[in-house]
């Protein structure tokens, strides 16, 4: 299997194997180990954000002072702005919280728990796109390997976050088969937003470096909007803090060695 192959599939096969813990697991997640996987995840973004998003796209300018940081400016206010759209206008509900957030509509605590991770995966099916059809127009400045090394990174995050919403979802009375493939489909957004972005590759390319910024923008929203607050509520936001070191640490070795 080839590099573009390896970066479409590997984000989703990381939230299909993290649903498939419900198979295994009686319980749900113990409090302490969910802090330590948020915190993981919120790691792995961060370091993927700037390593493979930001320090790409202010590279790929090929320009120096202001203007190699014009498209980083502009492109990551704006990726902020779009999930937060998103954020106000798709009906979702989050693991922890028993509220809804968006519009007021009749769908199911379980429907609105799926929408509220499909939400977080847009930014990250996005950044891997981006950052594949860098590497293909673009090699000098983000290579495959760097771009698979970023889709490695987002899958290693992704396990712990199908398993987080899988069982929740059982808990809540759903079989197991249906809180897998409901917890799986919560994913299916990253590899068709991924493969979209491909597809538009070369209509794309004159704005490439402002995607890359924007991709980060939207990825860190979800950062500081949903898992470190996460990680922080109650006892134990140590734990959240050691994820967070560990995820960073990781996703920064991945695209230094394979980038």
């Not at 573009?4 to 993290?18: D, E, H, K, V």
């Not at 809540?172 to 590759?201: D, H, K, Q, Y």
């Amino acid at each position: 299997m080839n590099g573009l192959a390896l970066g479409i599939i590997l984000p989703f096969l990381g939230t299909t194997l993290g649903a498939a813990c419900v198979f295994l697991m009686k319980k749900e997640i113990p409090h302490l180990l969910q802090k330590l996987l948020n915190g993981f995840a919120a790691g792995v973004m961060v370091a993927a954000a700037v390593w493979s998003l930001l320090i790409p796209s202010i590279e790929m300018t090929g320009q120096e002072g202001f203007p190699s940081v014009m498209p980083a400016i502009v492109g990551f206010p704006a990726g902020i702005g779009f999930v937060l759209l998103l954020d106000i206008i798709i009906p979702h509900q989050h693991i922890d919280s028993p509220l809804s957030e968006g519009p007021r509509v009749r769908l199911s605590r379980t429907t609105k728990l799926v929408f509220a991770v499909t939400l977080h995966n847009v930014p990250e099916g996005m950044a891997v796109g981006v950052a594949l059809a860098a590497a293909l127009e673009h090699n000098a400045y983000m290579s495959m390997a760097g771009a698979v090394a970023l889709s490695i990174g987002i899958a290693i995050q992704n396990f712990p976050e199908g398993a987080i919403v899988s069982m929740p979802l059982r808990n809540a009375g759903n079989s197991r088969r249906r809180a897998f493939v409901m917890g799986s489909l919560s994913g299916i957004v990253e590899p068709l937003g991924t493969v979209v972005t491909i597809l538009l590759a070369s209509i794309i390319l004159p704005v490439l470096p402002y995607l890359l910024a924007f991709a980060a923008g939207a990825m860190l929203y979800v950062v500081v909007e949903e898992l470190i607050p996460e990680t922080q509520e109650g006892r134990h936001s140590n734990m959240g803090t050691v994820g967070f070191a560990l995820g960073f640490a990781l996703m920064m070795a991945l695209d230094v060695i394979l980038g």
